[in-house]
T-cell receptor, first 114, second 115 residues
Framework: GQQLNQSPQSMFIQEGEDVSMNCTSS?????WLWYKQDPGEGPVLLIA?????ELTSNGRLTAQFGITRKDSFLNISASIPSDVGIYFC??????????????FGQGTRLTINP | DAMVIQNPRYQVTQFGKPVTLSCSQT?????MYWYQQKSSQAPKLLFH???????NEADTPDNFQSRRPNTSFCFLDIRSPGLGDAAMYLC??????????????FGPGTRLTVL
């Protein structure tokens, strides 16, 4: 099935550094989502983007919905140890009845050296 | 707090022995989903319920079944687990309404081991 292109696949950074990751798609989405998954847990929704060009922040996290609706990026500023995990982007498609189909990126695994 | 709950968090079963995983939600969402996630991969949708309407993904094996007796609960039944079915199973919910935030809300998952 379709999958978004998410990069980088892994990052090794020092605590306090800023982080940037992005997702691109060959098709348009009307909603982009960013999730974080800790080891052994389910994904947690971090940020949802609804409008092309929209820039949204959640604490140290900032995400933007690309103007073409085919891409999005997520930035994390001043990383801390609890930021470790796997970050997934997802494009949302609304199905006829109102259910949703999520198309996921491959994930970015973030590792932080103290 | 409104949430998605999965039980058990860890399940061990034997090859070929049926197993049932459960999910409940207090979000009052009308759509519930089951995903399979293998190590270092993105979640893969198995099926979803829109209210009581069951919607199967085309590539979901017949070995996987689901039941939704009411709005709050949904079950995943694996009739004859194989070694390849060992994975994290995630339940998620969403609302079909227009209220924000749109998106799916995941439970903590059940880690299934097949011996």
């Amino acid at each position: 099935g379709q999958q978004l292109n998410q990069s980088p696949q892994s990052m090794f950074i020092q605590e306090g550094e800023d982080v940037s990751m992005n997702c691109t798609s060959s098709s348009i989405f009307n909603t982009w989502l960013w999730y974080k998954q800790d080891p052994g847990e389910g994904p947690v929704l971090l940020i949802a983007l609804y409008k092309a060009g929209e820039l949204t922040s959640n604490g140290r996290l900032t995400a933007q919905f690309g103007i073409t609706r085919k891409d999005s990026f997520l930035n994390i500023s001043a990383s801390i140890p609890s930021d470790v995990g796997i970050y997934f982007c997802a494009g949302l498609r609304s199905l006829i009845q109102g259910a949703q189909k999520l198309v996921f990126g491959q994930g970015t695994r973030l590792t932080i050296n103290p | 707090d409104a949430m998605v709950i999965q039980n058990p968090r860890y399940q061990v079963t034997q090859f070929g022995k049926p197993v049932t995983l459960s999910c409940s939600q207090t979000l009052n969402h009308n759509v519930m989903y089951w995903y399979q996630q293998k190590s270092s991969q993105a979640p893969k949708l198995l099926f979803h319920y829109y209210d009581k309407d069951f919607n199967n993904e085309a590539d979901t094996p017949d070995n996987f079944q689901s039941r939704r007796p009411n709005t709050s609960f949904c079950f995943l039944d694996i009739r004859s687990p194989g070694l390849g079915d060992a994975a994290m199973y995630l339940c998620a919910t969403s609302s079909s309404g227009s209220t924000l935030p749109r998106g799916q809300f995941f439970g903590p998952g059940t880690r299934l081991t097949v011996l």
